[in-house]
């Protein structure tokens, strides 16, 4: 048993006339999802194939090919950090430039998802979507930022 102040006010709406304003109205509130949640009824969400929940997941799940294969941060350490440990680096310049190019669009492409997810989502986008674009758009501009980086120190070839 609940004896909070609120539990023991009526809540007997009926008696007042259907064209008076609501408190939350009165207060400047707006009767939309909030009042949905409160009231345990499901709101409109837009979902489906193109939600702006499943172009947040497609943009992790790219963002994660990317971020998990260390092969960009170590090719970024040995042509941008490291110029005197450049062993043989002239010899293999066109398979890492490939690998860079592979990682750098890859990353932009997570970032496109992301910002699109962005862009769809609405006051109904689940929460949890709009954090997981936001930050693959972080994450993804900074892994384009060190592959655009990498490409630009490669040794020359020729």
């Given amino acids: 048993m609940n004896t909070s102040p609120e539990d023991t006010q009526p809540t ?19 009767s939309g999802a909030g009042d949905a949640f409160l009231a345990g009824t499901p709101t409109s969400s837009p979902s489906g194939l193109f939600s702006a929940e499943t172009f947040s997941l497609v943009g992790v ?16 350490g040995l042509f941008t950090v490291g110029p005197d440990a450049r062993f043989g680096a002239a010899e293999n310049a066109a398979a890492a430039s490939v690998e860079i190019v592979v990682a ?9 998802a992301a910002a699109l997810s962005l862009f769809l989502g609405g006051y109904t986008t689940r929460a ?5 674009a936001a930050a693959t ?19 020359a070839t020729g």
Avoid: K
């Fill in 12 to 30: 007997d709406e009926s008696t007042a006339p259907e064209d008076a304003p609501t408190a939350r109205e009165e207060e400047g509130g707006t």
């Fill in 61 to 76: 799940m790219m963002l994660a090919v990317t971020a998990l294969n260390t092969r960009l941060l170590q090719l970024f």
């Fill in 104 to 112: 750098g669009g890859l990353s932009a492409l997570s970032v496109l």
């Fill in 128 to 132: 949890w979507s709009r954090w997981t």
């Fill in 137 to 155: 758009v972080i994450v993804g501009t900074l892994l384009v930022l060190v592959s655009v980086l990498t490409y630009v120190s490669l040794p």
